[in-house]
């Protein structure tokens, strides 16, 4: 007896053994297909490297990708086997088993394997990121029933899930890449110098006009002590604001004589900010240079100095901070987090979409306020509802302000108006950001619309902080905010209101704003029935 309980125990080792060599290859197949999808970074090269892997797998003989775009098929690729006789069209599935199939999540074979007459096996592979679906494939391959085992269902739905989230990465990347360069270009249209150091003074960034009014010609300056190219007067200057910065926090602007040319002697205004990282950690300054030399220039400045010292202080800062998140994130995306964490991918990815529509915001309203002061600001004019532009700007809030109460009020039989519905949108998505920002947890928004005369009114109220009413005069200027400690660690760069209110004056119409201190505030616009 006892050899025979050996031989047993032989057997069950030998299994145990093989299953777990099995779970081994299977771990190590998952790890190998992560790493070729989630590395890619082009929507393109993404379903290319899906396709190749799915050729490896199950000699497909055609595969049909489709995306979903904002809930519709809108985006569809087909990729054939090479044997063109083996060719099949990719075709949509039923829509009830395609649903079917898309709310279990998981690869599904609707072929019949008992089908005698069937040319081809056909299957759908959902394309399924941790939060969403984002599309599915058709797969159609020969009658080969064994090919489709339990092992090949858990690798095809693991690829399907990387797929997914490498499809969710690109575009998230390609967001990212896209408002870079939109910042990149942003700086480029300013007409100032802009320079950026770290704090040993080694160049980070600096646009063509700081090359152009500081004379540097080097087209290598990344990465160099500015020292090497500004060795003169303005260079002496430029390291007596970097100290001054170091000891104190901050640097009061200068002037300096500058001969960046043969035969060419200007003067330069030069204005230095510190910039720090999300810790509020210093890394390094920021230089704005201006040239003073025309006496036009310096009148000019004397009126906007001021302006152009809270561009410096609350606009590089509001720029830096998610500039510096989002770099942040992404190098631990890319360096740190495993291919399999998806949770912490998720968690990380939220960030960056997060403070990219930070920057699109900031930058949307730079952009408004130079076509403002360059004349380009245009309306159109259409008849429109007030209150249909209230509701729709409501349903916006509705679903990321969970913690704010908003109600409406509306008069009967509302007169339609003649305006910009566009820019009316804008004016009160500006309002309501601001009353939910500055209300406490569980606040309060009404909205009314009335008419008063050939005027119609709508009032946005809040339960907020409210506005000293020695600040209430001042608000709509430009990169004015409300100083006091309530406010203090708010975000935003002071631009909203000042836009508003050009809005309303180029509509004919007004705004008011009413505030009492711990109680709230209400602004009302007034908008013309009928232009005049």
Same mark, same amino acid.
């Given at each position: 007896?006892?050899?025979?309980?050996?031989?047993?125990?032989?057997?069950?080792?030998?299994?145990?053994?093989?299953?777990?060599?099995?779970? +081994?290859?299977?771990?190590?197949?998952?790890?190998?297909?992560?790493?070729?999808?989630?590395?890619?970074?082009?929507?393109?090269?993404?379903?290319?490297?899906?396709?190749?892997?799915?050729?490896?797998?199950?000699?497909?003989?055609?595969?049909?990708?489709? @995306?979903?775009?904002?809930?519709? +098929?809108?985006?569809?690729?087909?990729?054939?086997?090479?044997?063109?006789?083996?060719?099949?069209?990719?075709?949509?599935?039923?829509? /009830?088993?395609?649903?079917?199939?898309?709310?279990?999540?998981?690869?599904?074979?609707?072929?019949?394997?008992?089908?005698?007459?069937?040319?081809?096996?056909?299957?759908?592979?959902?394309?399924?990121?941790?939060?969403?679906?984002?599309?599915?494939?058709?797969?159609?391959?020969?009658?080969?029933?064994?090919?489709?085992?339990?092992?090949?269902?858990?690798?095809?739905?693991?690829?399907?899930?990387?797929?997914?989230?490498?499809?969710?990465?690109?575009?998230?990347?390609?967001?990212?890449?896209?408002?870079?360069?939109?910042?990149?270009?942003?700086?480029?249209?300013?007409?100032?110098?802009?320079?950026?150091?770290?704090?040993?003074?080694?160049?980070?960034?600096?646009?063509?006009?700081?090359?152009?009014?500081?004379?540097?010609?080097?087209?290598?300056?990344?990465?160099?002590?500015?020292?090497?190219?500004?060795?003169?007067?303005?260079?002496?200057?430029?390291?007596?604001?970097?100290?001054?910065?170091?000891?104190?926090?901050?640097?009061?602007?200068?002037?300096?004589?500058?001969?960046?040319?043969?035969?060419?002697?200007?003067?330069?205004?030069?204005?230095?900010?510190?910039?720090?990282?999300?810790?509020?950690?210093?890394?390094?300054?920021?230089?704005?240079?201006?040239?003073?030399?025309?006496?036009?220039?310096?009148?000019?400045?004397?009126?906007?100095?001021?302006? /152009?010292?809270? @561009?410096?202080?609350?606009?590089?800062?509001? @720029?830096?901070?998610?500039?510096?998140? +989002?770099?942040?994130?992404?190098?631990? @995306?890319?360096?740190?987090?495993?291919?399999?964490?998806?949770?912490?991918?998720?968690?990380?990815?939220?960030?960056?979409?997060?403070?990219?529509?930070?920057?699109?915001?900031?930058?949307?309203?730079?952009?408004?306020?130079?076509?403002?002061?360059?004349?380009?600001?245009?309306?159109?004019?259409?008849?429109?509802?007030?209150?249909?532009?209230?509701?729709?700007?409501?349903?916006?809030? /509705?679903?990321?302000?969970?913690?704010?109460?908003?109600?409406?009020?509306?008069?009967?039989?509302?007169?339609?108006?003649?305006?910009?519905?566009?820019?009316?949108?804008?004016?009160?998505?500006?309002?309501?950001?601001?009353?939910?920002?500055?209300?406490?947890?569980?606040?309060?928004?009404?909205?009314?619309?009335?008419?008063?005369?050939?005027?119609?009114?709508?009032?946005?109220?809040?339960?907020?902080?409210?506005?000293?009413?020695?600040?209430?005069?001042?608000?709509?200027?430009?990169?004015?905010?409300?100083?006091?400690?309530?406010?203090?660690?708010?975000?935003?760069?002071?631009?909203?209101?000042?836009?508003?209110?050009?809005?309303?004056?180029a509509h004919q119409g007004g705004i008011t704003v009413d505030s009492i201190m711990g109680k709230g505030s209400v602004f009302s616009i007034y908008l013309p029935i009928t232009r005049g």
């Amino acid at each position: 007896m006892k050899p025979v309980s050996i031989e047993k125990e032989h057997q069950f080792l030998t299994r145990t053994i093989s299953s777990l060599s099995d779970q +081994i290859d299977l771990f190590a197949t998952f790890q190998d297909l992560s790493l070729k999808i989630i590395s890619q970074f082009d929507l393109e090269n993404i379903l290319e490297t899906f396709c190749n892997i799915l050729k490896e797998l199950m000699n497909y003989q055609s595969v049909s990708t489709y @995306l979903f775009v904002e809930g519709e +098929i809108l985006y569809k690729r087909v990729h054939h086997s090479g044997d063109t006789s083996r060719r099949q069209r990719g075709i949509i599935p039923d829509p /009830k088993i395609l649903k079917w199939v898309m709310s279990q999540g998981r690869w599904t074979v609707l072929t019949d394997f008992q089908d005698e007459n069937a040319g081809y096996l056909l299957s759908v592979l959902p394309l399924k990121a941790p939060n969403q679906l984002l599309g599915f494939v058709i797969i159609t391959t020969e009658v080969s029933p064994s090919l489709y085992n339990q092992k090949l269902s858990s690798i095809l739905n693991f690829l399907g899930s990387q797929t997914a989230i490498a499809i969710e990465n690109q575009e998230l990347y390609s967001r990212t890449n896209h408002s870079n360069a939109y910042m990149t270009n942003m700086l480029e249209s300013i007409s100032n110098g802009i320079m950026a150091t770290d704090m040993e003074g080694r160049i980070t960034l600096i646009n063509k006009n700081a090359t152009a009014i500081t004379g540097i010609n080097s087209k290598q300056i990344i990465g160099k002590h500015y020292y090497n190219f500004l060795k003169n007067d303005l260079g002496k200057e430029i390291k007596q604001l970097c100290s001054t910065i170091k000891n104190k926090g901050f640097a009061i602007e200068s002037m300096v004589n500058h001969s960046p040319y043969k035969e060419v002697d200007i003067i330069i205004g030069i204005s230095a900010s510190p910039l720090t990282d999300n810790t509020e950690n210093t890394i390094g300054i920021i230089y704005v240079f201006r040239d003073l030399s025309a006496s036009k220039e310096i009148e000019r400045l004397t009126k906007l100095d001021e302006i /152009k010292s809270e @561009l410096v202080s609350n606009v590089s800062h509001e @720029l830096r901070t998610p500039l510096s998140i +989002i770099k942040s994130y992404s190098e631990a @995306l890319i360096n740190q987090v495993e291919p399999e964490d998806h949770k912490t991918r998720e968690k990380f990815l939220s960030v960056i979409g997060d403070e990219t529509d930070r920057l699109s915001n900031i930058v949307s309203n730079l952009l408004d306020i130079s076509r403002i002061e360059s004349g380009k600001f245009t309306l159109y004019f259409n008849k429109t509802k007030l209150e249909d532009i209230v509701n729709s700007v409501i349903s916006v809030f /509705k679903t990321k302000s969970a913690n704010i109460n908003i109600f409406t009020d509306f008069q009967k039989n509302l007169p339609p108006i003649e305006a910009d519905e566009d820019k009316i949108r804008e004016v009160l998505i500006n309002l309501v950001a601001n009353s939910i920002k500055f209300s406490p947890m569980g606040g309060t928004i009404n909205i009314a619309v009335v008419t008063q005369d050939d005027l119609i009114c709508c009032s946005v109220s809040d339960t907020g902080i409210g506005i000293p009413k020695d600040q209430l005069d001042r608000i709509f200027e430009k990169f004015y905010r409300v100083d006091n400690s309530d406010t203090y660690e708010i975000e935003g760069t002071g631009l909203g209101l000042s836009i508003v209110k050009h809005i309303m004056d180029a509509h004919q119409g007004g705004i008011t704003v009413d505030s009492i201190m711990g109680k709230g505030s209400v602004f009302s616009i007034y908008l013309p029935i009928t232009r005049g």
